[in-house]
């Protein structure tokens, strides 16, 4: 006999009964865990999308009598991860009384001001505008979603027909109008004109479903979504070609790949009209199906239907008229061929923005393409951080999903212009976008560090993503490497934190650690060479091997990263931040020391001319100077600082404090300082600095630049 999850074919059924039953009784507990399954499934919501709500009779605490309140979702936050501090608690009396108080559509935005009137919990989260469509629903479980079998349908030409005779009168229909109030109201006439239905189609938009306990909603949710995707499925099977079959091929996933590096910091300088954007590619396979299609043309400017979509793609996606394997190997010409795309989306996206507005409308916002789509390669998402970026391609896969749908069942439909100029304008979402926090100093700043599994490297990117830079994480030891992006990923998040092998003297290492920072985030803005070893000998001990080595990793190294990364921001054409962590030993002459002191001296007057040649590209190359940051420090290992304590005739144990003392400052110093130095000059304060020299040595009067 099959279980529950083997009769779901579209769905993931995930209700664990041993878990479910440690929170028998306990109702909101059970919301959360109900809401946490559903979310933890990109075919039933996307990523913030729906909201879910129980009502339970609790005591007032003003009258100590039993009252019935309801929990819902508030405004902002993911199903997947909600916890009950992202649940809003109102008077569920109170919220309907509202209704003696509306007068009209004209009144819905006033309305939301209202819910505070209502609240029950004063600790809970602040209720969002979907609240009356729980609220003038009698359910004690309700769910609204988003899944792409059921918005295939309510986006359909057909949708409403299609909904009655798939299953046969039981789930109603509200055509569409902007979530309200008044949408409340239509939910609630609709089950009164519909006695028995078990669940309501949105026109365009989404679906209601509800149960009398937290299991039987559940259950309700997941059987309506798979009826919906087994229907959508299986009339895609019967059409045989999705979107009018195939008009290209795509070229190879590696030559996809290439392609995208090429094309994203280009596609990353044109989108940074306004501010800086953190990219993001993927080759899905719904995708290349999609764009590769004979449809692409008449579906993609038609845009999305529902509105959790097309908040986060915006009207339509930039197609960029290049062929697959183009030669993007000449940036000029490259830019040359795409810029004329982007000024006439631009002046399409004013056109559409002239023609909606009202008088009250908020400023345009940024006229520039989120979803940019290169058939036969792939879709680029730009936004202001990665996760942004990430969840919008998300969403173009479930739009992607439902006009697959709707072409096999009947015709896709979009939302009038005017319909979608009235969500992305919406004066309660311009709200919702002022109360955001102030971005970090790095936001939409991509940064990497080589040499940064351990020591000031670590410390260095570990500033760098506090301060809200994304980070590509390198180093030549692939366990240490793993271990750190574990740390990271745990303190910074998944969406800021990429790694990958980088060995500075071998060029196709660079080549393929800024590759995958360009296919992570779109290109890079900050690079910090750090990487580097430290050899103590005297002359008559110091070998070949020992020189090689120590002028193929610091000079050569920072050569072959420098001149690489250069290429990526030039490709964005907004400039950039090279940073060169040398040594106060470039500038101090001490025994035991000609390899590296040398090589530090070759680091530092290369970062000068490197400043000198760069800057017309507005790229600051700055130098930190470092000195005796023993902890955590690699360079520490193998033999270096025996090899300093015998130069200055003391042990290894009283290295820290010899080089405290002879410091002005009289200070130890730590890789955080190094880092602190890093940060000062990217921060932006210091945006017309270049060929600069930090030292962070405590003072050391021998090593003042003069």
Known sequence: MPTKSQTFKHVSYLWDEHKAAALEGDEVGLLVYRSNLLGADLRLTNYGGGNTSCKVTAKDPLTELDTEVMWVKGSGGDLGTMQRSGLAALYVDRLQGLEKVYHGKEQEDGMVALFNHCIYDLASKAPSIDTPLH?????????????DAAIAIAAAKDGERITRELFGGRIGWVGWQRPGFDLGLQLRKCLQDNPGIRGIMLGSHGLFTWGDTAYDCYMNTLEVIEQCAEFIESSCASKGVAFGGARLESISPELRRRQAAAMAPV????CAERQRMIGHFTDD????????SNDLDRLAPMGTSCPDHFLRTKISPLVLNLAPDEDLSDTELLRQKITPLFDQYRALYAGYYDACKHADSPAMRDPNPVVILYPGVGMFTFSKDKQTARVAAEFYINAINVMRGSEAISSYTSLPLQEAFNIEYWLLEEAKLQRMPKPRALSGKVALVTGSGGGIGKAIARK????????????????????????????????????ARLDVTDASTIDSALSACILAFGGVDIVVNNAGLSISKTI???????????????????FLVTQQASRVMRKQGH???????????????????????????????????????????????????PDAVISGSNIWNGGWAE??????????????????????LGEVILPEDIANACFALVGGLLIKSTGNVINVDGGVAAAFVR
Not at 267 to 270: K, N, V
Not at 583 to 611: C, I, T
């Open 540 to 558: 008559e001990d110091h070998t070949e091997k020992d020189w090689d080595i120590l002028y193929d990793v610091l000079v050569k190294g920072q």
């Open 285 to 292: 396979e719904r995708v290349l199906a999609f764009i590769n």
């Open 575 to 625: 400039g950039g931040d090279i940073i060169n962590i040398v040594s106060k030993n470039a500038l101090v002459s001490g025994p035991n020391n000609a390899g590296y002191g040398s090589a530090k001296a070759a680091q530092l007057h290369l970062s000068r001319l490197n400043a000198a040649e760069l800057g017309k590209d507005k790229i600051r190359v700055n130098v930190v100077n």
């Open 643 to 664: 090899g300093r304590a015998k130069a200055y005739g003391i042990t290894v144990e009283e290295l820290p404090a010899y080089y405290a003392g002879r410091t002005l």
């Open 267 to 270: 596609l990353r300088g044109l």
């Open 135 to 147: 609220g003038f629903l009698p359910f004690r479980h309700i769910d609204h979603l988003h899944p």
């Open 464 to 499: 760098l993503a506090g301060e809200g830079a994304c980070v590509i994480l390198n180093d030549m030891n692939e366990d240490r490497l793993a271990e750190v992006k574990v740390e990271f990923e745990k303190d910074f998040g998944k969406d800021a934190v990429v790694a």
